[in-house]
């Protein structure tokens, strides 16, 4: 749609033609009542196109991940690059050590947040992998696993490993 869509005048043109006798008043009536209809379609047609297709079929998406981390994530960031970085690599993208998080093996449906938990406690025996054992990791609270998981959901959510309806963040 082009300028056809631009609100009509407030005032049709030929308002000032009030006080004419009836005879003047007939054309300039004929000619506003045009004007205002041509006005409506225009209303109409740009109602319609205003609205992006298919607006009222899906249900509203949530908005896409964040790019930057909340103080939570942020806070997890600083352990994992502590205490995890080593083996599971910068932003989890794995090393020779460990695996990466950002796998599907790793969606919150598959690992749940328990696993987290369950790891840094009691260790890892080789499952999934051929990296060897993850051994207990001494030294992290449960408040800062708890922030760990938030920052490896986070970077999860990000890379699509899972949607936003499949998994919602505690943090
Ligand atoms: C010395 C290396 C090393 C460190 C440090 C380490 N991990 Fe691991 N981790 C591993 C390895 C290797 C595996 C994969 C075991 C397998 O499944 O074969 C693993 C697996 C895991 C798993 C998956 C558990 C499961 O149930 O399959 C979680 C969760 C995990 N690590 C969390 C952590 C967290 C959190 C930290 C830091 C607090 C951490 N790891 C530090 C080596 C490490």
Request: hydrophobic content about 35%.
């Amino acid at each position: 749609m082009t300028s056809s869509c631009l609100p009509p005048p407030r005032k049709a043109p030929c308002a000032p033609n009030a006080g004419t006798p009836p005879e003047g008043r007939h054309p300039a009536t004929v000619a506003s009542l045009l004007f205002i209809f041509a006005a409506l379609l225009a209303l109409v047609a740009c109602g319609e196109t205003s609205e992006p297709h298919g607006a009222h079929d899906s249900a509203p998406q949530p908005a896409a991940a964040p790019a930057e981390l909340n103080e939570t994530a942020r806070q997890g960031e600083t352990v994992f690059n502590t205490h995890c970085a080593q083996c599971h690599g910068p932003e989890a993208s794995g090393t020779n050590l460990g695996p990466t998080f950002i796998d599907r093996i790793y969606h919150p449906g598959h690992h749940g947040d328990a696993a987290f938990h369950i790891a840094v406690l009691r260790g890892v025996r080789q499952h999934h992998w051929t990296f060897g054992n993850m051994l207990p990791v001494p030294g992290v609270s449960e408040t800062q696993v708890d922030q760990v998981i938030c920052y490896v959901r986070h970077l999860q959510r990000t890379a699509g490993i899972f949607k936003p309806t499949e998994y919602q963040p505690t943090c």
